[in-house]
């Protein structure tokens, strides 16, 4: 039987043992806890002139993202999607200039024809300097979407996502994960984040 202040730190283990994660409905206090690069979520790499900013989405937030305009119907179109994304592994990488004066759409750029080389690269070819490695296997993304910004930032963004198409879900399932890129748009080199899952 728990008695006194016991129930204090009952409860407080309690919540500490489920990560101490907000509901994915209180949206601002959720993006707050996905942001602390504590809850292992995010992983920064700094480079000599930009930073790399790479965040895991939980399936769950993006269902919660499609759902929430229905609200009347929100509960069975979220678990709906949940079930659609139950092999899905996505990512949202931020490439930002250290400087906020600066784009990074025009980092190196000399010519036109390297522009329209950079976002053509990265609108169309993107994925293929990208793989998700999980011990011996690794895949390629099925889905790689640039977010243009229309220079109301210097950063870009690429949503990536990864299907695990193995019978046993091997990467779902797996203890570490390694997003890896090889950066040939911005040529800073190869880049790997690892995540525990």
């Known amino acids: 039987m728990i008695k006194g202040n016991n129930w204090v730190i009952f409860f407080a283990l309690v919540f500490f043992a489920c990560g101490g994660r907000p509901g994915v409905k ?6 707050k806890w996905l942001d602390d690069p504590k809850n292992g979520h995010v992983k920064k790499e700094e480079g000599e002139d930009l930073t790399f900013i790479v965040k895991r989405i939980p399936n769950e937030l993006l269902a919660h993202q499609e759902a929430k305009n229905t609200p009347h119907q929100y509960n069975a179109i979220k ?8 092999r899905d592994i996505t990512f949202l990488l931020t490439i930002a200039p250290k400087d906020a004066s600066k784009n990074v759409m025009f980092r190196d750029i000399t010519t036109l024809p390297d522009f329209k080389k ?5 609108n169309f070819n993107f994925g293929q300097y990208l793989k998700l490695q999980a011990d011996s296997l690794e895949i390629a993304p099925v889905l790689v ?5 229309y220079e109301i930032s210097g950063q870009r963004s690429v949503l990536i996502r990864f299907l695990d198409e193995t019978d046993d879900k091997h990467f779902i399932n797996a203890s570490h994960l390694t997003l890896v890129w090889v950066d040939e748009v911005f040529w800073t080199g190869g880049h790997r984040f690892i995540y525990i899952n």
């Open 118 to 122: 950079r976002v053509n690269d990265l």
């Open 145 to 149: 979407s640039f977010e243009n910004m």
């Open 79 to 86: 678990d709906s999607l949940l079930k659609r994304f139950d």
């Open 26 to 31: 209180d949206e601002k206090a959720y993006m």
